[in-house]
């Protein structure tokens, strides 16, 4: 006897846009000398997603809107962590699917600049299997 409530699982597994939503946001960071990778998965609630501290000055955030959402997209931001609060010094919005654009991915290379301490963070990012 077939069920086809027993078969929906299976379309679903199977249907194309299953495969967009397995990637992930990779930032390669570089601060001060100290290099690292920064991964966002897609989430459904922005407010959930916290930013990193880099080095003793910068928090980084990553937002990876949900594909099956509205408008989904990747929202970058560089905060400066100060004492009274973190303030933003760089956004950057891109739509998804993010376009990769060669070496340095779908971002390009960004370059954010401390106002006080006159340090560089570069970054760059891409999308990346999860």
Same mark, same amino acid.
């Given at each position: 006897m077939f069920r086809p409530y027993l078969a929906l699982p299976l379309v679903l597994l199977a249907a194309p846009w299953h495969v967009a939503y397995a990637n992930d946001v990779v930032c390669h960071?570089?601060?001060?000398?100290?290099?690292?990778?920064?991964?966002?998965?897609?989430?459904?609630?922005?407010?959930?997603?916290t930013p990193v501290a880099v080095g003793s000055y910068f928090l980084f955030r990553v937002?990876?809107?949900?594909?099956?959402?509205?408008?989904?997209g990747i929202k970058i931001t560089t905060f400066a962590d100060r004492e009274d609060g973190p303030v933003p010094l760089h956004v950057a919005h891109?739509?998804?699917?993010?376009?990769? $654009? $060669?070496?340095?991915?779908?971002? $390009?290379?960004?370059?954010?600049?401390?106002?006080?301490?006159?340090?560089?963070?570069?970054?760059?990012?891409?999308?990346?299997?999860?």
């Open positions: 960071v570089d601060y001060g000398g100290e290099q690292r990778v920064i991964r966002a998965a897609p989430t459904y609630d922005p407010y959930v997603v937002l990876f809107e949900h594909p099956a959402r509205a408008l989904p891109f739509p998804y699917p993010a376009a990769e $654009g $060669g070496h340095f991915g779908f971002t $390009g290379e960004q370059f954010v600049y401390e106002p006080v301490r006159d340090g560089e963070l570069r970054y760059w990012c891409t999308l990346e299997q999860s």
